[in-house]
């Protein structure tokens, strides 16, 4: 800041401080309403599911895991069937966690089963059409 010497110099220079502090104040008010609209439940939420949708990872993983219990839920449904049986229900469920595990964390291993099975499945299809003719 220059030196002042004068009145008509000491008047601008506390013009010039007053224009200076309302300015930062106009601008620490929005930074203060910034943080109180961020702070708000609502907008935790929000932000936390957007993060959450733009999350490839996890839509990998939740895919996994909704297939991995699937598939682990129809091995129980095949392993103990319309049975009473008490001992047979519980091993149908830890069956079922089993599978559900293994798939979930391992879906690479999954895939190159399903795609054996699709080729042995359309390589006899294709010779049953084949031998037809």
């Known amino acids: 800041m220059?030196?002042?010497?004068?009145?008509?110099?000491?008047?601008?220079?506390?013009?010039?401080?007053?224009?200076?502090?309302?300015?930062?104040?106009?601008?620490?008010?929005?930074?203060?309403?910034?943080?109180?609209?961020?702070?708000?439940?609502?907008?935790?939420?929000?932000?936390?599911?957007?993060?959450?949708?733009?999350?490839?990872?996890?839509?990998?993983?939740?895919?996994?895991t909704a297939v991995g219990i699937t598939i682990g839920y129809l091995s129980k449904k095949l392993f103990v069937g319309m049975s009473g049986n008490p001992v047979k229900r519980l091993l149908g469920t830890a069956l079922m966690f089993g599978i559900s595990n293994v798939v979930a964390k391992h879906p690479e291993n999954l895939k190159s089963v399903a795609s054996g099975i699709?080729?042995?499945?359309?390589?006899?299809?294709?010779?049953?059409?084949?031998?037809?003719n």
């Open 118 to 132: 699709f080729n042995i499945a359309t390589h006899l299809g294709s010779k049953a059409i084949g031998s037809k």
């Open 2 to 64: 220059k030196h002042i010497k004068t009145s008509a110099n000491l008047k601008e220079a506390i013009l010039q401080l007053e224009q200076s502090r309302a300015m930062e104040g106009y601008i620490l008010k929005e930074q203060m309403q910034l943080a109180f609209e961020s702070i708000k439940p609502i907008n935790i939420i929000k932000s936390t599911f957007n993060e959450v949708i733009s999350s490839e990872d996890l839509k990998g993983n939740l895919l996994n």
